[in-house]
């Protein structure tokens, strides 16, 4: 049997890090709680030619689990009994990292102690000594850099030849276990006494304690006894072997005044989301994008149609490689530089440690619409793409909170809704493009918290869950990890959307050119008898044409290829770049056809109409087909209302001139209020809602 080697410790102890060092993979290392949903494993080869499987396993700070992640530690602890672990710990926050030690060593494991951050540490005149620390516990410790190749690599070839017997010196056990002996007469193993009287449900279910047994040990606040007894030890091994230049170490620093300041926390986040939204859609991001366009336009694609006319005269080849394959792949291409600027921005965000802080700021205002602070990681994941965004929803520790985050993934504007955006804005709205991306992005997330408000209050509401968030200390990003993350999504995002567009680009190529009997060019075509019956319900939107309802439908395959289908559907040739596909959009004689009203109602409806496949899919596997049908019902209802409100009040404004349309907007909204205030005016104020009629009652 080959050896198994689990790496374990606290989030953001460098886990990830350190297995990424060993191993070489390209695992995602973030600043926060939650970021290794499911453990990561991969072989090694030490050098002794032995194999071995590298484990990283999610984040925890005890082994009695309070979200979905901690529990999938705590179970492969329980199933991997003969495993060896090298326990990653903070060098910076030492005491609340020993606390999982401890744990650890009740469990009867006999790990490797590393305590990561060996540098920044030395930096901040943190003296640690190892060789007590290892008296005190009785293991190997190791003090370490988790990017350090060299040290890390040192340390998983020791743990393969260390096999030592471990000599229990936690002095503490004992005196637990005898105050569960004075309340409950328990015939059980030490490590499971502690469990008990922690109130750890896995244990207390194991040992079948009755209710008035349960009751007996909460009013004793056995587990307030058990944190503070083990808390004391640890700070008898701190005040030994830990020696502190400043006091401020970590969490709330200088900056952290101005940055978790109440009144300066969102203003800040607004100016640094609209920062990196300008560097991606300004000029930066407009040069790039047009420049790589170009590029692929003359030096790729043209030879590659000129060579496949030399080698063939049949049109159906000649039009599929020039329409289908180079003019979906330049319109998917071209976007990259707008991508990796989005990438580059959030990556840059994460490896500051202001990621943390921004959910820190953002837990009272999510809690309101039955959110966590957690939940603004899922959120923010979202901006890259909602199917990896979803699969984080998992690690929130409430059940319906997970179901709502879940649900409100595919209304935040992901990556691939980019050249959207940008191709539509781009025909209608050139001198404002980068405002209404900025509007469009602010309607994904306003419509996402109203729908958790909605369902928090009507269908899911969320329990009240203690919000514990890990704060890193501020660090300036690194380079290689910020552009070593970047090109990894980025090279996610290609095979993606590559593998997609070059499948379902041909399908669509053929449904759109193929009639019924499979005949080219003849007749219409497959694509245009389906939507041809589906292009009625969008008249009332104001893009009721066969062309638009087909690039929606290819939508939902992916967002990606939206773009590309314009192309298609409008009959663009060779030179089918962004530019050129925005052009054709402007002429009432395209099958894609818009105008400037009916353009804001189909930028409003892709913002918000489906998910892709992929997220739907992860949706069913993570939240249920129930959720998922509901989730998919309330957006198209939802994607339809306000896109056929977005068209109404622009056609309005055309027509009756901007100041009408003005003044009857604040009519209406002075109409609304009246309304509200004079339903409240008239409202029982001390009615009882159980009694007949509401009429009123003495009852409190």
């Known amino acids: 049997m080959k050896d198994i080697v689990a790496l374990v410790g606290n989030p953001n102890t460098g886990k990830t890090t350190f297995f990424n060092s060993v191993t070489n993979a390209d695992e995602h290392v973030g600043n926060w709680h939650g970021v290794t949903v499911e453990f990561k494993e991969k072989k090694y080869k030490t050098k002794s030619k032995k194999e071995i499987t590298l484990t990283d396993l999610p984040g925890t700070y005890s082994l009695s689990p309070y979200s979905f ?18 326990n990653i710990a903070d060098g910076n926050n030492l005491g609340k990292s020993l606390l999982l030690t401890l744990e650890l060593l009740e469990m009867g494991i006999c790990p490797i102690l590393c305590i990561n951050m060996a540098t920044e540490i030395k930096k901040k005149g943190i003296e640690i000594n190892v060789q007590k620390i290892k008296d005190w516990l009785g293991i190997e410790v190791y003090l370490c850099d988790a990017y350090n190749k060299k040290q890390v690599t040192e340390i998983v070839e020791n743990i393969i030849n260390f096999d030592t017997i471990y000599q229990n010196k936690l002095t503490y056990q004992n005196i637990i276990s005898k105050k569960l002996d004075e309340l409950l007469n328990l015939n059980i193993e030490t490590f499971d006494k502690i469990k008990v009287l922690e109130l750890d449900e896995y244990y207390i279910k194991r040992h079948n304690l009755s209710q008035k047994q349960i009751e007996i040990l909460t009013k004793n606040n056995t587990c307030e006894y058990v944190l503070k007894t083990k808390y004391e030890f640890i700070d ?17 620093g200088k900056l952290d005044k101005v940055v978790l300041n109440r009144w300066f926390a969102i203003p800040i986040f607004v100016g640094i989301i609209f920062a990196i939204f300008f560097f ?3 000029p930066v991001g407009t040069f790039l994008t047009n420049s790589l366009s170009l590029f692929f336009e003359n030096i790729i694609f043209a030879p590659l149609i000129d060579l496949t006319k030399k080698l063939t005269t049949n049109k159906f080849i000649i039009d599929f490689v020039s329409f289908a394959v180079c003019g979906s792949l330049q319109s998917i291409v071209c976007f990259l530089p707008q991508i990796i600027l989005m990438f580059l921005g959030l990556y840059i965000l994460e490896d500051t440690g202001y990621m943390s802080r921004l959910a820190f700021s953002f837990e009272d ?11 603004v990681f899922t959120l923010l994941m979202c901006f890259g793409c909602s199917t990896t965004a979803t699969l984080t929803a998992r690690n929130l520790e409430n059940k319906n909170s997970k179901i709502k985050t879940a649900m409100l993934t595919p209304y935040i504007s992901c990556s691939a809704k980019l050249p959207i955006y940008s191709v539509i804005c781009g025909a209608f709205f050139p001198k404002h493009k980068f405002l209404i991306i900025i509007g469009l992005y602010l309607l994904g997330i306003m419509v996402a918290l109203l729908t958790s408000y909605l369902l928090n209050k009507k269908v899911l509401k969320s329990e009240n869950v203690t919000f514990a968030m890990e704060m890193p200390p501020y660090r300036f990003p690194s380079a290689k990890k910020v552009f070593k993350n970047v090109f990894v999504n980025i090279k996610q995002f290609l095979l993606r959307a590559g593998t997609m567009l070059f499948s379902f680009s041909c399908i ?3 449904l759109q050119n193929c009639n019924i009997k ?75 056809f818009l105008t400037k009203q009916s353009s804001l109602a189909f930028l409003v409806f892709a913002t918000l109409y489906a998910p892709c ?15 998922t049908a509901i989730s998919l019902t309330i957006q198209f209802a939802v994607s339809y209302l306000i896109s056929f409100v977005v068209y109404r009040v622009s056609t309005y404004f055309v027509c009756n001139g901007f100041v009408s349309g003005v003044i009857s907007v604040l009519v209406f909204v002075a109409i609304s209020v009246v309304i509200f205030f004079a339903v409240g005016l008239f409202k029982p104020k001390n009615a009882c809602k159980f009694c ?5 009652c003495n009852n409190k």
């Open 613 to 627: 496949i992929s997220t739907a899919s992860v949706m069913i596997k993570e939240i249920g087909f129930k959720w």
């Open 692 to 696: 007949q009629n509401r009429k009123y």
């Open 69 to 86: 992640e901690e529990g999938v530690t705590r179970d492969y602890l329980l199933t991997h009994k003969n495993c060896k672990v090298i």
């Open 518 to 592: 499979m005949q080219y060019g003849v007749g219409d075509s497959i694509l245009q008898v389906l939507s041809g019956w589906l292009a009625p319900l969008f008249i009332p939107l104001g893009f009721g044409s066969v062309g638009v309802v087909t690039a929606l439908l290819c939508g939902v395959v992916a967002k990606e290829i939206i773009v590309s289908t314009i192309g298609m559907v409008n009959g663009l040739g060779e030179k089918s770049g962004a530019s050129q596909i925005a052009n054709s959009i402007l002429f009432s004689t395209s099958a894609f």
């Open 365 to 375: 205002y999510l809690k309101k619409v039955g959110l966590s602070g957690k939940s």
């Open 508 to 510: 669509i190529w053929i």
């Open 280 to 282: 991606t859609f300004g």
């Open 236 to 252: 008898k091994i701190l005040s030994q072997c830990v020696k502190y230049k400043s006091k401020e170490i970590y969490g709330f």
